[in-house]
């Protein structure tokens, strides 16, 4: 077996530190290098959760050892997105990008330009297309067995009222990429597009509920697509009440399910890939199921977040397609573009 590829992991808070470090450690074609944080505590949490690894303080460290390393997955805060991952191509490096790919669909196109004129593979970290519930949905839909869909409702909603959470998204200038509407809308969007096509016309509501918080934090998106399904995405930080996770309605019958997918659950909690019951569901979290005429509980697929890097390794050494097509981040960041321009306007994208 050849070696692995070797990673430089940039940044280590949530994402770097509970989805990507698990995920590359369960694929043996991958080892993760060096963490490049200045931040003491998570410095601290990396030497534990990776022996042997090296600590970098910059980025600019990573770029001077570019030899030593393979891959670059930049996992940094959204506003540095697209600006690291410019530096890790012209570097050499193969990247995988967190989401939103960019903050502007411009950048986004010339980060797909750049990798193909480098011969590097580009990848968006849109995990989400492995969730158990839209793995589930993505089977109900290919049986059929809820005829026609018509309207396809997709939520992230949490109760975060403290307006200090997060503040590294609540960056309100135009190359920020903050707000709910990039951070939790780029997964809904993309996986509308996942399941029924690059929208034909774009409606969005956006607000800021919580003192302080300049960016939006409670938001509506309404897209229509081919064939006339509609999809309803919301995202909030300030639904004490959430509703359905996902609402599923078709011609003959409907999917509803309550709550979030498992997996960053279980990561979060210290489970690894591999564990007994990683990524699998509980039967009283299942959804429900209506068709033919009676309502039943309906299993939920496992989640398969640990198919990413093995499907990036398949791609850098055999040719094969990136896990996400950048092309595919690069329309959802067009969409949320357009869906921010419609809120600001109260018009309808076209």
């Given amino acids: 077996m050849p070696r692995p590829l070797r990673v430089g992991l940039i940044g280590y808070g949530l994402a770097g530190r509970f989805f990507h470090t698990p995920l590359i450690a369960a694929t043996p074609d991958f080892a993760v290098a060096s963490v490049i944080t200045s931040d003491l505590e998570r410095r601290a949490a990396a030497e534990r959760d990776i022996p042997g690894v090296q600590l970098l303080d910059t980025v600019d460290e990573l770029w001077a050892r570019a030899a030593d390393h393979d891959v670059a997955v930049v996992a940094t805060p959204n506003r540095m997105h697209g600006t690291v991952a410019r530096a890790a191509l012209e570097a050499g490096l193969d990247v995988v990008v967190e989401k939103p790919f960019a903050a502007h669909a411009d950048d986004a196109r010339a980060l797909v330009r750049l990798a193909q004129s480098r011969d590097r593979v580009l990848t968006v970290f849109h995990n989400r297309r492995w969730d158990g519930d839209f793995l589930t949905i993505s089977q109900i839909l290919a049986t059929g067995s809820i005829g026609t869909v018509t309207r396809f409702e997709s939520r992230f909603e949490r109760w975060q009222p403290d307006p200090h959470l997060s503040a590294w998204r609540q960056g309100s200038e135009p190359d920020a990429a903050g707000g709910l509407v990039y951070d939790l809308g ?66 003959t019958g409907a999917y509803a399910k309550d709550g979030l997918d498992i997996q960053e659950e279980q990561l979060r909690a210290g489970m690894r890939p591999g564990d007994a019951g990683f990524a699998v569901e509980p039967t009283e979290r299942w959804g429900r199921l209506f068709s033919n005429g009676q309502a039943r509980s309906h299993p939920t697929e496992s989640g398969r977040w640990v198919d990413f890097y093995p499907l990036l390794a398949d791609a850098i050494r055999n040719g094969a397609p990136p ?12 969409v949320l573009e357009a869906a921010l321009h419609s809120a600001r306007t109260g018009s309808v994208w076209r």
């Fill in 186 to 251: 780029s997964h809904l969007v993309d996986q509308a597009i996942q399941l029924f096509g690059r929208p034909s016309s774009i409606y969005a509501e956006t607000a800021s509920r919580r003192p302080g918080v300049a960016v939006d934090d409670d938001s509506f998106i309404a897209l229509e697509h081919a064939g006339g399904v509609r999809s309803h995405l919301s995202v909030s930080a300030v639904a004490a009440l959430p509703a359905a996770r996902f609402r599923v309605l078709g011609s």
């Fill in 323 to 334: 896990p996400v097509d950048p092309n595919d981040a690069v329309v959802v960041i067009e």
